[in-house]
């Protein structure tokens, strides 16, 4: 680079800001001092120009449309990895060999049942309860079992709370579609491993036997893997401003799961679904709903499209849309909902409101014809993504608490409202 700073001409002063150049190449200007050597802050509404912070984790390049989990491209884990694999590579950074994955592996078998009495807890939801507002709760409320982790971040302890939490969350989720459904609650089985284990305490029943299809475990394995991380996203900058006030790991991930159930982020795989139904039911071929997204007063957007980062065909999306037609196949299933999930995609990318935005299918497009296809309802379609996403929560609250300059995170604003009010009494207002 020229040089590494950044000049910046205000009010006649020439300021010299330091440029930050990341490992892919990305640049920054460092603007930690521009406050206070300016008395100006920045402004970034949806922080969509702004970087809050370093990290080792996952890469992106929009553009192109590259994903990597700590350097290891998305398509090639997707192919030969596993997700409890990826799981130890996002949070302790390196693949794990055959000893370390058996010490993980094992952990998580023994961390996996929850505490009896929290059946008290799923039993004080209505059964309309949204499996969101259900997993969130039961996130906080499980770490009350744990009474270290009030102590704070403690290195010693950590893998085995992220054990607990990573094989936990899948015990609620399943525990509370088994509630909302009416249904005896499965505990898992010790011989089963984490996504097999998920779908037997989803789908098996106490007084039959039950037969886990491979694909379905293959199939369900990999959209957990594919959810795994993303960079800074809503629900990741949550868990990580959260855990930046040195709140819990189990406190900061229930933040991201909130943050996450919004329709505009891991929400949307339930409304693309959603959408998909009405057209079909509409008997429309697309078309209609497509001129609906475009018109701003619509108050539609053609789900599962479009990303803040992507601005090419999200990766992920591509290797789902592959495997919808193999696990389809394999489950002998004929959804009328992919095909016109195909015809919706071939028809935005080649209208020119969509084109000339840079609107591709994101991760949610395709992903809810795979959850379909192995039998999960559509309300826990977000359930399903934040299961995935765990372990990159849990990743980017080790890597907050584990840099000792981490500051807590506080951004400014530029006030808008009302200036100097006097108060006036009631009788007079
Ligand atoms: C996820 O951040 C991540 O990494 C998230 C995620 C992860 O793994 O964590 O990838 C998971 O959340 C994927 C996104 C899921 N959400 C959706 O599919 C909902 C539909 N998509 C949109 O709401 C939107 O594209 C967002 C929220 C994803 C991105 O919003 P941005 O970056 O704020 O973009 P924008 O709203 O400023 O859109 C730019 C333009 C606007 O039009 P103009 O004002 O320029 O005329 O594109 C339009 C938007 O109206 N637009 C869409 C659209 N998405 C954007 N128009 C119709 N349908 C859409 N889906």
Redesign the pocket.
Known sequence: MANNTAKLDLDGKIYELPLIVGSENEKAIDIASLRAQTNHITFDD?Y?NTGSCKSEITF?DGDLGILRYRGYPIEELAEKSSFIEVSYLLIWGHLPNKAELTEFSNLLSQEQTIHANMKHHFEGFPSTAHPMAILSSMINAVSAYYPELLEGYNPAHFKLQAARLISQVRSIAAFSYRQSHGLPIIYPKKSLKYTPNFIHMMFSEPYDEFVIDPAVTKALDLIFLL?AD??Q????STVRMVGSSRANLFASTAAGVCALWG????G?NQ??IEMLLEIHASGDDGRKFIEA??D?NSGK??????????KNY?P?AMIIKKACDDVLKALKINDPLLDIAKHLETAALSDP??VE?K?YP????YSGIIMRAIGIPVEMFTVIFAIG?MPGWIANYKEVSDNQGTRIYRPRQIYTGPINQKYIPIDQR
């Not at 329709?263 to 891991?266: E, R």
Request: charged residues 25%; contains cysteine; proline residues 2%.
């Open positions: 949806g969509g992106i959810h993303h960079e996203n809503c629900s990741t329709p505009l982020h891991g949307a409304a693309v997204a475009k701003k957007k053609l789900m599962g499209f479009g990303h803040r980062v992507y999200d992920r409101y969509f935005r609107l994101n991760v949610d497009f996403r």
